[in-house]
């Protein structure tokens, strides 16, 4: 696939409403920023934020800050935004990490609780950084969390139940994959994921970046705490996961990654 340039990034993140006027309405935006606010631990996504987050409307000031949402508070239902700007901003500080990790021939856990949407973007990208030299991290067999089974498929951890690849926010897989001394393995050097697997790898010390929808606040507060090296903010579903391709293309771009097969 051709590498697209900042520009014409830009415009197909808005064309394809990965970025700009997304389907997320502004109602189930502010609901999930309320939530989190209330201590719903569901939408923190792995992380612990205490009580250092009871103001929603400084959830609101983050989300508006990093994600590109609406600022005013006053704004309750309609259409809500992502700054595509954000969005290829924060891809290139992803890339500047998986350089690093390139570089170092770093180990590194992929994972996805979106694998409806993010699964090719998390699988090109570990084949890229195996094609220079890095050790992608292989689970154990036979892990088990939230009543499902924690496995790879394509060099991405994900939870399956069912025969069906699980859309989850639950920190319980990462909980259940990313505990390698009890095998006697070392931690791996970086995380890159999403939801609640990118948010509890984060809250255990590890390197950990990844990708969030804009009513999925917990992982741009853990950026804005340092707890989370990176949030690539998009709308993590759109109509088909062939529309992340120029974006998958421009990360590794721009980390100096040739696609892996």
């Given at each position: 696939?051709?590498?697209?340039?900042?520009?014409?990034?830009?415009?197909?993140?808005?064309?394809?409403?990965?970025?700009?006027?997304?389907?997320?309405?502004?109602?189930?935006?502010?609901?999930?920023?309320?939530?989190?606010?209330?201590?719903?631990?569901?939408?923190?996504?792995?992380?612990?934020?205490?009580?250092?987050?009871?103001?929603?409307?400084?959830?609101?000031?983050?989300?508006?800050e990093r994600c590109g949402v609406v600022d005013d508070p006053g704004?309750?239902?309609?259409?809500?935004?992502?700054?595509?700007?954000?969005?290829?901003?924060?891809?290139?500080?992803?890339?500047?990490?998986?350089?690093?990790?390139?570089?170092?021939?770093?180990?590194?856990?992929?994972?996805?609780?979106?694998?409806?949407?993010?699964?090719?973007?998390?699988?090109?990208?570990?084949?890229?950084?195996?094609?220079?030299?890095?050790?992608?991290?292989?689970?154990?067999?036979?892990?088990?969390?939230?009543?499902?089974?924690?496995?790879?498929?394509?060099?991405?951890?994900?939870?399956?139940?069912?025969?069906?690849?699980?859309?989850?926010h639950s920190p319980e897989p990462m909980n259940a994959a990313g505990?390698?001394?009890?095998?006697?393995?070392?931690?791996?050097?970086?995380?890159?994921?999403?939801?609640?697997?990118?948010?509890?790898?984060?809250?255990?010390?590890?390197?950990?970046?990844?990708?969030?929808?804009?009513?999925?606040?917990?992982?741009?507060?853990?950026?804005?705490?340092?707890?989370?090296?990176?949030?690539?903010?998009?709308?993590?579903?759109?109509?088909?996961?062939?529309?992340?391709?120029?974006?998958?293309?421009?990360?590794?771009?721009?980390?100096?990654?040739?696609?892996?097969?």
């Open positions: 696939m051709s590498i697209p340039s900042r520009a014409a990034l830009v415009e197909h993140l808005v064309r394809t409403r990965i970025a700009g006027d997304v389907a997320t309405p502004r109602e189930n935006n502010l609901s999930h920023y309320r939530k989190l606010a209330n201590g719903d631990r569901h939408y923190w996504l792995g992380l612990e934020l205490g009580d250092r987050w009871s103001d929603e409307q400084d959830v609101l000031a983050v989300m508006a704004h309750r239902q309609g259409q809500d935004t992502i700054d595509p700007e954000l969005t290829v901003d924060a891809l290139e500080r992803m890339a500047a990490r998986l350089r690093k990790a390139a570089a170092g021939k770093e180990s590194v856990l992929f994972a996805t609780g979106h694998p409806g949407g993010l699964l090719d973007v998390h699988r090109a990208t570990a084949a890229a950084l195996r094609a220079a030299g890095c050790e992608i991290v292989v689970i154990p067999e036979g892990l088990m969390a939230d009543e499902g089974m924690v496995f790879q498929f394509a060099d991405v951890a994900v939870l399956e139940r069912g025969a069906t690849l699980w859309h989850t505990r390698p001394e009890r095998e006697g393995r070392p931690q791996p050097d970086l995380v890159v994921a999403d939801h609640g697997w990118a948010g509890r790898a984060g809250q255990r010390g590890l390197d950990s970046m990844g990708y969030a929808d804009c009513n999925d606040p917990a992982l741009f507060i853990g950026e804005a705490e340092g707890t989370v090296q990176v949030t690539v903010p998009l709308d993590d579903h759109v109509t088909s996961p062939r529309h992340y391709d120029p974006m998958t293309a421009y990360l590794l771009n721009a980390a100096g990654l040739t696609p892996g097969s």
